[in-house]
Structures are given as structure tokens and as C-alpha cells.
């Protein structure tokens, strides 16, 4: 159920988003915990409900939301990915197409 609850979360901001309000928006977790902004909740996300929002998605999906005043913002990290966060090659925190800033 609760799982179910995080998905239908996921969809309807996502999907209330139209697509002018996400062109520019977009921002690195990084850059977002710099301006100020934060974490507020993290959720993850089964591997059928990640494969519901993306088909391409072969992990669970962990979704981090981040307010700052009336502006909020998700980022979306692989479930293996956000475990290892800290230690990655390639460091996902300054990877700016994770987060969508509404």
C-alpha cells in the first residue's frame, strides 16, 4: 500500500508538471542543498513501480524531495546508485538531469 501511495505521489506531481515548467528546471542535487534547499522526505520505489513511471528502469528508484520556501524539487537516483552515493566514479550529486525544480 505504501509503495502504491509514493507511486501515485510520483505520477501526479510528475505528471502535473507540464512540460514548460520543467524546460530550465532542472538541477543537480548538489546545486539545490547549495541554494538552500532541503531534503524533506525520501521514498523508493519497487522495481514494478519504477517500471511504471519508466519502462527502462531496471532497479528500484529512490525519490529525494527537497523544498526550499514554496519551491520544491525531486530527484530520482537507482536504488544501487543512491546506496553508493558517496562513493561513486562518477559523483551523482553534481549530475544535473536528477532533479526537476518546480
Known amino acids: 500500500m ?7 505521489f510520483a ?12 524546460a530550465g528546471s532542472r538541477a543537480s542535487l548538489a546545486d539545490l542543498l ?10 523508493t520505489l519497487s522495481l514494478t513501480d519504477s517500471k511504471a513511471l519508466n519502462e527502462a528502469n531496471i532497479t528500484p528508484t529512490v525519490l529525494v524531495t527537497l523544498q ?18 558517496g562513493t ?3 559523483n551523482p550529486l553534481h549530475t544535473p538531469e ?3 525544480v518546480t
Do not use: H
Not at 2 to 7: C, D, K, T, V, Y
Not at 11 to 22: E, H, R
Not at 35 to 42: D, I, L, P, S
Not at 68 to 85: M, N, Y
Open 68 to 85: 526550499k520556501g514554496p519551491s520544491i524539487a525531486v530527484c530520482t537516483f537507482g536504488a544501487p546508485f543512491w546506496e553508493l552515493i
Open 98 to 100: 536528477r532533479c526537476d
Open 88 to 90: 561513486a566514479k562518477d
Open 2 to 8: 505504501r509503495a502504491s501511495a509514493r507511486l501515485l
Open 34 to 43: 547549495g541554494q538552500g534547499y532541503e531534503v524533506k522526505a525520501t521514498s
Open 11 to 22: 505520477i501526479a506531481f510528475i505528471g502535473g508538471m507540464d512540460n514548460a515548467a520543467l
